[in-house]
């Protein structure tokens, strides 16, 4: 069964930190992985992502020098490490998986999805 499952999820002050992390069944651990989130009212729009080697990120400007992606092809995990969270960042914090043939900040690329994690930061 394909599953992508989250966790790490919370509620943090400004300035603070938290790592999400995504654990993947075999078949949903794709070349290249992604975290999206959603703010509530808004759409939800890309984060992170990431290539099979981790060599090859790319970030959303609004996160970049804060976040980073990474993972562990022996454990079948992506994680999502944040620092100096700002409220902005409130939002639920879902893990992708884009089987295609090149990374992509599109949703629409993406085969699977997790349920998400809710951050929560407090200003």
């Known amino acids: 069964q394909a599953q992508l499952v989250e966790s790490g999820g919370g509620l943090v002050q400004a300035g603070g930190s938290l790592r999400l992390s995504c654990a993947a069944s075999?078949?949903?651990?794709?070349?290249?992985m992604g975290w999206f989130r959603q703010a509530p009212g808004k759409e939800r729009g890309f984060v992170a992502a990431?290539?099979?080697?981790?060599?090859?990120?790319t970030y959303a400007d609004s996160v970049k020098g804060r976040f980073t992606i990474s993972r562990d092809n022996a454990k079948n995990t992506v994680d999502l490490q944040m620092n100096n969270l700002k409220a902005e960042d409130t939002a639920v914090y879902y893990c992708?998986?884009?089987?295609?043939?090149?990374?992509?900040?599109?949703?629409?690329?993406?085969?699977?999805w997790g349920q998400g994690t809710q951050v929560t930061v407090s200003s």
């Open positions: 075999g078949r949903t651990f794709s070349t290249y």
């Open positions: 990431i290539d099979w080697s981790g060599s090859s990120t």
């Open positions: 992708a998986a884009n089987r295609g043939p090149a990374m992509s900040t599109n949703r629409g690329a993406y085969d699977y």
